[in-house]
Nanobody
Framework: EVQLVESGGGSVQAGGSLRLSCRAS????????MAWFRQAPGNECRMVAA???????YYDNAVKGRFTISRDSAKNTVDLQMDSLKPEDSGMYYC???????????????????WGQGTEVTVSS
């Protein structure tokens, strides 16, 4: 059974930091693109950061320079370090996985077939 389990969410004041972690099981981790998505109430689920199987990383423009995605193939984990948090970073964060696709493929949420249960992040001003 393929499973993604997130941890690390919580509440923090603006300017603070949080680290999210996602552990994958039941899949050949090296062959999967991994990503973090955020969904705020009333908004579409949107990619925040991605770490492709080929080693390339991508970030939403709103988080560039503040968030860092990392991947540990020995532990089958993908982490998201979030610094200088802003209230607009609040939402439910989901870890997602898809089998490696061609470079340049969209990070639209429907292209990812495996999802974690989500972890909530709240940033207060």
């Amino acid at each position: 059974e393929v499973q993604l389990v997130e941890s690390g969410g919580g509440s923090v004041q603006a300017g603070g930091s949080l680290r999210l972690s996602c552990r994958a099981s039941g899949l050949r981790f090296a062959g999967y693109d991994m990503a973090w998505f955020r969904q705020a109430p009333g908004n579409e689920c949107r990619m925040v950061a991605a770490f492709e199987a080929n080693g390339d990383t991508y970030y939403d423009n709103a988080v560039k320079g503040r968030f860092t995605i990392s991947r540990d193939s020995a532990k089958n984990t993908v982490d998201l370090q979030m610094d200088s948090l802003k209230p607009e970073d609040s939402g439910m964060y989901y870890c997602a996985a898809r089998e490696q696709v061609a470079t340049g493929t969209s990070f639209y949420w429907l292209t990812f077939g495996t999802w974690g249960q989500g972890t909530e992040v709240t940033v207060s001003s």
